[in-house]
């Protein structure tokens, strides 16, 4: 199905469909809270909850409904164009949208003469300057007596583009007033700085009008970088932002499940997949254990989806190479960790993979990769570990490096003992020289090896 077809209908496996109707009933009340960002990491599936959020809303029928990729338009170079465009095409064939047209026109030639002009006078200025300390005064005159000409058009060219621009906005005033309009701007995370900020100043220039609602759907941070990578780090982007928007959601990294337990958004969106997958559906990836495992590495990284998407990639990918028999049903569980374990680090952490395949591996990279504290292990140890603490106690006898990094070579044993009395079956067997020769075996694999 094509992303800008899908609806909360088709699927809404992280219960997004009531901030979707949130937005909604915002928008529609008399609150100003225009523009309104939708924030979110790269990767957090924020393009897809806003089509379903831009199909919502035509269901509905409260809004013009007007949907702009940012990034496909931002080499034009021409935002203002890019807008109105789209507005125009909401419009029905009518004298309201011949109207429209007709004052696009005037407003956006001023925009193109004001930019020649100035620079032309700047270019003026700076020649003369030049050429002053090279010849004589009279051709700083003669300059002068240029700009003075050319500062004089525009200001008058000032004066008319505020009546152009004035009267483009009743256009879009009388539009807004019968029916008020909702303005979405995908992937501004996405774009050359310095098209995200021209997108933000016109938005609160031109557009800042009664019934146009604007709703901006990006990653927060990367569009405070962009302020100041187009005005200078000694820029607050914070208070620069504070500026133009008025009210900021975040898309939330956590659903609740039915018994209203909380529950990651990635962990859920690995199970889909999973279970989705030709390739995967009927191995052992889909057991608890693995969900868990999977599970507690996503959060040590902060996984986003699309990073998600890479890992089940990648396991699907071992899966194929190796004859679709890496996990399958009869493979033992502790294999199955191991594999998949490797696969983590391929996605995850490319330097500690190479480590592996180097024969360089460093248990304290392995620990830190896997969050895992001396602490941790000493507490847990009491009770039943969790399956990646036993992964690496059993994985760190054999680093190259600090391989007594967290625990004595005397409580490595009772570990390898947990690990057999654990994981042991299957069609899993002990690697006889190298326990970290597992890890290298499956990355060399990926790397087609």
């Given at each position: 199905m094509?992303?800008?077809?899908?609806?909360?209908?088709?699927?809404?496996?992280?219960?997004?469909?009531?901030?979707?109707?949130?937005?909604?009933?915002?928008?529609?009340?008399?609150?100003?809270?225009?523009?309104?960002?939708?924030?979110?990491?790269?990767?957090?599936?924020?393009?897809?909850?806003?089509?379903?959020?831009?199909?919502?809303?035509?269901?509905?029928?409260?809004?013009?409904?007007?949907?702009?990729?940012?990034?496909?338009?931002?080499?034009?170079?021409?935002?203002?164009l890019?807008?109105?465009?789209?507005?125009?095409?909401?419009?029905?064939?009518?004298?309201?949208?011949?109207?429209?047209?007709?004052?696009?026109?005037?407003?956006?030639?001023?925009?193109?003469?004001?930019?020649?002009?100035?620079?032309?006078?700047?270019?003026?200025?700076?020649?003369?300057?030049?050429?002053?300390?090279?010849?004589?005064?009279?051709?700083?005159?003669?300059?002068?007596?240029?700009?003075?000409?050319?500062?004089?058009?525009?200001?008058?060219?000032?004066?008319?583009?505020?009546?152009?621009?004035?009267?483009?906005?009743?256009?879009?005033?009388?539009?807004?007033?019968?029916?008020?309009?909702?303005?979405?701007?995908?992937?501004?995370?996405?774009?050359?700085p310095?098209?995200?900020?021209?997108?933000?100043?016109?938005?609160k220039?031109?557009?800042?009008l009664?019934?146009?609602?604007?709703?901006?759907?990006?990653?927060?941070?990367?569009?405070?970088?962009?302020?100041?990578?187009?005005y200078?780090?000694?820029?607050?982007?914070?208070?620069?932002?504070?500026?133009?928007i008025?009210?900021?959601i975040?898309?939330?990294?956590?659903?609740?499940?039915?018994?209203?337990?909380?529950?990651?958004?990635s962990?859920?969106?690995?199970?889909?997949?999973?279970?989705?997958?030709?390739?995967?559906?009927?191995?052992?990836?889909?057991?608890?254990?693995?969900?868990?495992?999977?599970?507690?590495?996503?959060?040590?990284?902060?996984?986003?989806?699309?990073?998600?998407?890479?890992?089940?990639?990648?396991?699907?990918?071992?899966?194929?190479?190796?004859?679709?028999?890496?996990?399958?049903?009869?493979?033992?569980?502790g294999?199955?960790?191991?594999?998949?374990l490797?696969?983590?680090?391929?996605?995850?952490?490319?330097?500690?993979?190479?480590?592996?395949l180097?024969?360089?591996l460093?248990?304290?990279?392995?620990?830190?990769?896997?969050?895992?504290?001396?602490?941790?292990?000493?507490?847990?140890?009491?009770?039943?570990?969790?399956?990646?603490?036993?992964?690496?106690?059993?994985?760190?006898?054999?680093?190259?490096?600090?391989?007594h990094?967290?625990?004595?070579?005397?409580?490595?044993?009772?570990?390898?003992?947990?690990?057999?009395?654990?994981?042991?079956?299957?069609?899993?067997?002990?690697?006889?020289?190298?326990?970290?020769?597992?890890?290298?075996?499956?990355?060399?694999?990926?790397?087609?090896?």
């Amino acid at each position: 199905m094509e992303i800008t077809n899908i609806t909360f209908d088709n699927r809404d496996e992280y219960n997004r469909q009531p901030i979707a109707e949130k937005v909604i009933n915002l928008l529609s009340n008399d609150i100003d809270i225009s523009p309104l960002v939708i924030n979110g990491d790269w990767g957090t599936g924020k393009t897809e909850f806003c089509h379903k959020l831009v199909n919502m809303f035509r269901e509905v029928n409260t809004h013009h409904v007007v949907y702009i990729d940012a990034f496909k338009a931002d080499h034009a170079n021409e935002p203002l164009l890019t807008v109105l465009a789209e507005i125009v095409k909401i419009l029905p064939d009518n004298d309201q949208k011949s109207s429209l047209k007709r004052k696009i026109i005037p407003a956006l030639k001023f925009g193109i003469k004001t930019i020649s002009k100035a620079a032309v006078a700047h270019v003026l200025r700076q020649d003369a300057t030049e050429a002053l300390d090279q010849f004589d005064q009279e051709l700083q005159e003669i300059a002068d007596k240029s700009i003075d000409a050319t500062a004089k058009a525009l200001f008058n060219e000032h004066l008319e583009s505020e009546k152009n621009i004035k009267a483009l906005q009743e256009i879009l005033s009388g539009i807004a007033e019968e029916k008020p309009m909702a303005i979405f701007i995908d992937e501004l995370d996405r774009c050359r700085p310095n098209f995200a900020v021209d997108i933000l100043e016109l938005i609160k220039h031109t557009f800042d009008l009664d019934n146009v609602n604007f709703i901006l759907v990006t990653n927060f941070e990367q569009l405070k970088a962009s302020i100041n990578h187009s005005y200078g780090q000694s820029i607050n982007a914070n208070r620069y932002l504070d500026k133009f928007i008025k009210f900021t959601i975040s898309l939330p990294k956590y659903i609740e499940d039915q018994n209203r337990e909380s529950a990651a958004v990635s962990s859920k969106h690995f199970l889909g997949l999973i279970n989705n997958s030709t390739v995967l559906s009927n191995s052992r990836l889909n057991l608890e254990g693995f969900q868990y495992f999977s599970n507690h590495i996503f959060q040590a990284h902060d996984a986003t989806l699309r990073e998600v998407e890479t890992f089940i990639r990648n396991l699907e990918i071992y899966q194929v190479l190796n004859d679709n028999r890496a996990f399958t049903s009869t493979t033992g569980y502790g294999s199955a960790l191991l594999r998949g374990l490797a696969v983590a680090i391929h996605t995850f952490n490319p330097i500690l993979a190479s480590s592996i395949l180097d024969d360089k591996l460093d248990a304290r990279d392995l620990a830190e990769f896997l969050a895992i504290s001396r602490d941790i292990l000493l507490n847990s140890r009491e009770s039943r570990p969790e399956d990646y603490e036993i992964i690496y106690a059993y994985l760190a006898k054999d680093c190259r490096f600090n391989a007594h990094h967290l625990l004595s070579a005397q409580e490595q044993q009772g570990w390898n003992e947990l690990f057999l009395q654990v994981f042991q079956g299957g069609s899993y067997i002990l690697p006889t020289f190298n326990r970290t020769s597992s890890l290298k075996s499956v990355l060399q694999t990926l790397n087609l090896g």
